[in-house]
């Protein structure tokens, strides 16, 4: 996107905006030009450090608060939760969530996913909401390719570009499927308004769960390279695990190469960067895909600003 249609796209927002009584800087995609304007908003307000839940039968599972946006606010913590499957948690991992005071989690898994890995295990009381996104069948490809052992139908399946084409083309039914759409707003709307802490995760809590992780941070008026690099940091968490399954695959003969697992394992600036492509492509930026997108209107818009910036 050009520069002048980021001003422009900005100040119709700006004027939108002001209707709900919200800053108009709420979700600009650049710093402030004004030296006054970088001197209250700093250019990189960032470095903040992302707060992990340490769990041993989950790796990806963070407090999404502590994030200062372009308003001059920050992200208030213990309200949002973001995280990989919490089916194998331990019981120590259990009593660790119950401490979350959560009301809701909110599970993107689809019906395969749960079939395979289980139902989450979560504190007495809490059960999960299940709101399945699509994965374009990715799970039961990747199930297929490891169960056959076919060192020559793996990299037919995965390799030569193949497994990176499949993630990009999911990222983007995050924007053009209505379905997916209608899941992510029901969960926004939930978050809006604010009947307690809320989790919600998919399998990996890095591609359904990084999506909207990056949706929500850039509606509340953080950075963009922030929000970007909150996405990224699902490498780091899960990094260790995912080198841990690939040499398993490999010792016990079930993959030759397991390396081809690797673009489907980690998150990469080119899947968001397709979701985001979309987006602009068909709602005009990323104010067009909250309100017309996902069908969230300013007072909702408004309500999510006052619940979780502070």
């Given at each position: ?108 898994r689809i019906p395969a996913e749960l ?24 799970y039961a490809t990747l199930v297929g ?166």
């Open positions: 996107m050009s520069r002048a249609r980021i001003r422009l796209a900005t100040a119709v927002l700006a004027a939108a905006l002001a209707m709900a009584g919200l800053p108009a800087s709420a979700f600009a995609r650049t710093a402030p030009a004004t030296a006054d304007a970088q001197h209250r908003y700093p250019a990189h307000p960032q470095a903040e450090t992302i707060r992990q839940i340490p769990l041993q039968g989950a790796v990806n599972v963070r407090d999404l608060g502590g994030y200062r946006t372009w308003t001059g606010g920050k992200v208030r913590r213990g309200l949002v939760y973001r995280s990989d499957a919490l089916s194998r948690l331990t019981p120590a991992d259990v009593t660790t969530v119950a401490g979350l005071g959560l009301t809701e989690v909110v599970d993107f079939q395979y890995d289980g139902a989450d295990r979560l504190p007495a009381g809490l059960t999960a909401t299940s709101r399945p996104v699509s994965d374009l069948g990715l390719a490891i169960a056959s052992g076919d060192p020559v139908q793996q990299e037919r399946m995965l390799g030569g570009g193949r497994a990176e084409a499949y993630m990009r083309d999911i990222y983007r039914t995050f924007v053009t499927s209505p379905e997916n759409r209608a899941q992510f707003a029901a969960t926004l709307r939930e978050i809006a308004d604010g009947r307690g802490p809320l989790l919600y995760h998919c399998t990996s809590g890095k591609d359904r769960t990084g999506w909207l992780s990056y949706v929500l941070l850039r509606a509340l008026a953080v950075p963009e390279d922030t929000a970007e690099r909150d996405y990224l940091a699902s490498n780091t968490f899960r990094g260790a695990y995912d080198a841990q399954v690939r040499a398993g695959l490999k010792q016990s003969g079930r993959m030759l190469n397991p390396d081809l697992l690797i673009p489907l394992q980690e998150v990469r600036t080119d899947y968001l960067d397709s979701a985001t492509a979309r987006m602009e492509a068909d709602f005009g930026g990323f104010y067009g895909y909250l309100t017309n997108g996902l069908g969230l209107d300013l007072r909702t818009l408004a309500k999510l600003q006052a619940r979780l910036v502070g």
